[in-house]
T-cell receptor, first 112, second 112 residues
Framework: NAGVTQTPKFQVLKTGQSMTLQCAQDMNHNSMYWYRQDPGMGLRLIYYSASEGTTDKGEVPNGYNVSRLNKREFSLRLESAAPSQTSVYFC???????????FGSGTRLTVV | LAKTTQPISMDSYEGQEVNITCSHNNIATNDYITWYQQFPSQGPRFIIQGYKTKVTNEVASLFIPADRKSSTLSLPRVSLSDTAVYYCLVGGGGGATNKLIFGTGTLLAVQP
């Protein structure tokens, strides 16, 4: 049982480049989330998907787009990367809104 | 969304019981209280969740007073491996605002 799988684990981008972070869960969870974590800070919600077919903005959505491809997969896209997007990105999923989240191991992204 | 306040850091020694208190004065009627643990370079891990009174599992206990404006995570007999950041979150109360907002957490340092 893999839980929440994120790819890639590490990535270096040049300013202006685009990329997609992939996330997949095998627990049949309804809700999925993308967070970013900067050094010494807590996690900040970028986007979430309460259920398949729906997405919504979180605290810090600017510069990002998401796609809930199906119930298992929720991707995060950076269209034009900026140094301010250097961070560790975590994907999470949950059965529903009143249940604990399961997190992936993170993607460490550096934009130079 | 309910805002939480918890100590930035705490120190303890192996074998001691540790209590981390979180205040959430504007908790909504149907919000749950959830605690997560995060080790460096890993995603947060669900510890415990409760709505009222006391909840206990194999890892920790969660004490919630009747007014639910605060909660206390209790870790019995901590070990060095319990050194981590602990996050208190309030939310999941339904509707479109089911997303959980992480604060900066409490860094627990356990010494020998």
């Amino acid at each position: 049982n893999a839980g929440v799988t994120q790819t890639p684990k590490f990535q270096v981008l040049k300013t202006g480049q685009s990329m997609t972070l992939q996330c997949a869960q095998d627990m049949n969870h309804n809700s999925m989330y993308w967070y970013r974590q900067d050094p010494g800070m807590g996690l900040r919600l970028i986007y979430y998907s309460a259920s398949e077919g729906t997405t919504d903005k979180g605290e810090v959505p600017n510069g990002y787009n998401v796609s809930r491809l199906n119930k298992r997969e929720f991707s995060l896209r950076l269209e034009s990367a900026a140094p301010s997007q250097t961070s560790v990105y975590f994907c999470a999923s949950s059965v529903g809104q009143n249940y604990g989240y399961t997190f992936g191991s993170g993607t460490r992204l550096t934009v130079v | 969304l309910a805002k939480t306040t918890q100590p930035i850091s705490m120190d303890s020694y192996e074998g001691q019981e540790v209590n981390i208190t979180c205040s959430h004065n504007n908790i909504a009627t149907n919000d749950y209280i959830t605690w997560y643990q995060q080790f460096p370079s890993q995603g947060p891990r669900f510890i415990i969740q409760g709505y009222k009174t006391k909840v206990t599992n194999e890892v920790a206990s969660l004490f919630i007073p009747a007014d639910r404006k605060s909660s206390t995570l209790s870790l019995p007999r901590v070990s060095l491996s319990d050194t981590a950041v602990y996050y208190c979150l309030v939310g999941g109360g339904g509707g479109a605002t089911n997303k959980l907002i992480f604060g900066t957490g409490t860094l627990l340092a356990v010494q020998p």
